[in-house]
Nanobody, 130 residues
C-alpha cells in the first residue's frame, strides 16, 4: 500500500530553520512529481513547493521563494523541504503529496493544484513563534 510519511516538524522561533522529510513506501515515487502543501487553522490547503520527477524543475509559492528549498534525495524515495528564515505566518500543518503517474504537463498551474496529486501524508505540525 502506498504511503507517504512526513517528519521533521516542530516549534521554532522566527528566523530559525526546520527540515521536513517525506518518506514514500509501497510504490516508487522516484519518477513521479511530488510536492509540499500546508494548511493553517481556518484556511484552505495551499501550495508550498513542488518538484518534477527528475528534480530539475521546481516551483515555489511566492510567499516562500528564497527561503524554502525542495529537493529529492538521490537514490531514496524521499523528498525534503528545507525551510529557512521562518516566519510566524509559516505556522501550519505541512503535507507531502505524490502523484501516481506522469504529469500531463509540468507547469505551475498544474503543480500547485491539490487535484494533481493522488497520495497524501498525514501531515506534520510546524509552529513558528514570534
Amino acid at each position: 500500500q502506498e504511503q507517504l510519511v512526513e517528519s521533521g516538524g516542530g516549534l521554532v522561533q522566527a528566523g530559525g530553520s526546520l527540515r521536513l522529510s517525506c518518506a514514500a513506501s509501497g510504490r516508487t515515487f522516484t519518477s513521479r512529481p511530488m510536492a509540499w502543501f500546508r494548511q493553517a487553522p481556518g484556511k484552505e490547503r495551499e501550495f508550498v513547493a513542488a518538484t518534477s520527477w527528475s528534480g530539475s524543475s521546481l516551483y515555489y509559492a511566492d510567499s516562500v521563494k528564497g527561503r524554502f528549498t525542495i529537493s529529492r534525495e538521490s537514490g531514496k524515495n524521499t523528498v525534503v523541504l528545507q525551510m529557512n528564515s521562518l516566519k510566524p505566518e509559516d505556522t501550519a500543518v505541512y503535507y507531502c503529496a505524490g502523484r501516481a503517474g506522469p504529469s500531463p504537463a509540468w507547469i505551475l498551474q498544474i503543480a500547485r493544484s491539490t487535484n494533481h496529486y493522488d497520495y497524501w501524508g498525514q501531515g506534520t505540525q510546524v509552529t513558528v513563534s514570534s
